[in-house]
């Protein structure tokens, strides 16, 4: 590990044993102090579930401030984190990514299958350095992004001409859907994207998000424990569950159908939810009732 990644684990570790001789248990998106230990790792740090509203999640937890901080340069996960090079991104949007790690097509494949059509005002929620918004605005759509960490937003405009937003919650109008691939789980509270939706998402768009599958199934299988539990740390304070994500559907007042890869494009639009075995789930949910942001309450 090179010294600068070995330092910020040494400091995450310093960070996580003293940040836990001050924190509760309880959960922290419903506060409901009804969690247990699913698993231990590291000494210092623990993966939690709520049995209220199902989240998983590290701890010690973040808080806003914390995560604020470690997104505007710490962060760092190869390609999805490191702006390229003008030659290697000539490269990539000559090739438009295809075959990529980051080849936005099967997210483009599910958009379309659950309605959002070519013109559509789509806000791309924690969007990195612009990758997947300019692929979604190749596609047709119009996209503006989002992003916390400010060098990676710049890069996103200056570099790929994506239009990006400084508050996701105070859009001159309603976007038709709200995007986001692999970002709730990097929340140090995965209510924060839920009151995006809820502040920008016309009524009867979908919220389409995308998260690594943080079912406890995924657990139990041999074949999957080793890399379930090495998704859980520093940077995804929270592993995301089907009935979790069922949860905040009925709270925040959305219909809502989680599906898993690889993505069925006549399942999506037919709304079937088959079996949530895949790598990854993905949710697509409707505003069904007026929920007022602002006055809800948590648990």
């Known amino acids: 590990m090179p010294a600068t990644g070995l330092t910020r ?4 570790f310093a960070w996580s044993a003293a940040a836990g001789t001050r924190q509760d248990t309880s959960c922290p998106w ?11 790792k590291f000494l210092v740090t623990t993966l939690r579930e709520c049995g209220q509203c199902h989240l998983r999640f590290r701890w010690p937890k ?65 969007c990195s350095w612009g990758y997947g918004s300019y692929q979604l605005k190749q596609a047709g759509f119009d996209v ?18 994506v239009n990006m937003v400084a508050d996701p919650v105070r859009l001159a109008a309603q976007v038709d859907c709200v995007f986001s691939a692999h970002v709730m789980e990097h929340l140090p509270d995965p209510g924060i994207l839920w009151d995006v939706a809820l502040a920008s998402l016309r009524e009867g768009g979908p919220f389409i998000a995308f998260v690594p599958n943080g079912d406890p199934a995924r657990e139990t299988l041999p074949e999957s424990r080793e890399a379930y539990h090495a998704l859980w740390g520093q940077a995804h304070p929270l592993m995301i569950t089907a009935a979790h994500l069922d949860w905040q559907c009925r709270k925040y007042g959305f219909n809502g159908q989680v599906h898993t890869d690889p993505y069925d494009p006549g399942r999506i639009a037919s709304g079937t ?25 948590r648990g």
């Open 30 to 40: 419903c506060g409901s102090a009804d969690t247990v230990l699913v698993k231990r």
């Open 144 to 161: 503006t992004g989002y992003e916390i960490s400010e060098p990676r937003g710049r890069y996103a405009s200056q570099k790929l001409g």
């Open 273 to 297: 939810r088959g079996e949530l075995s895949g790598d990854e789930l993905c949710l697509i949910a409707r505003r069904t009732a007026t929920v007022d942001a602002a006055g809800r309450e």
């Open 62 to 126: 973040d808080d806003e401030q914390i995560n604020r901080m470690f997104y505007q340069e710490a962060y760092k996960e190869g390609f999805t984190s490191d702006c390229p090079s003008d030659e290697a991104l000539r490269e990539l949007l000559a090739a438009g990514f295809a075959g990529h790690e980051k080849d936005y097509s099967h997210y483009v494949a599910v958009l379309k299958a659950a309605g959002v059509r070519p013109g559509d005002r789509v806000l791309d929620f924690g």
């Open 9 to 12: 684990r040494l400091g995450y």
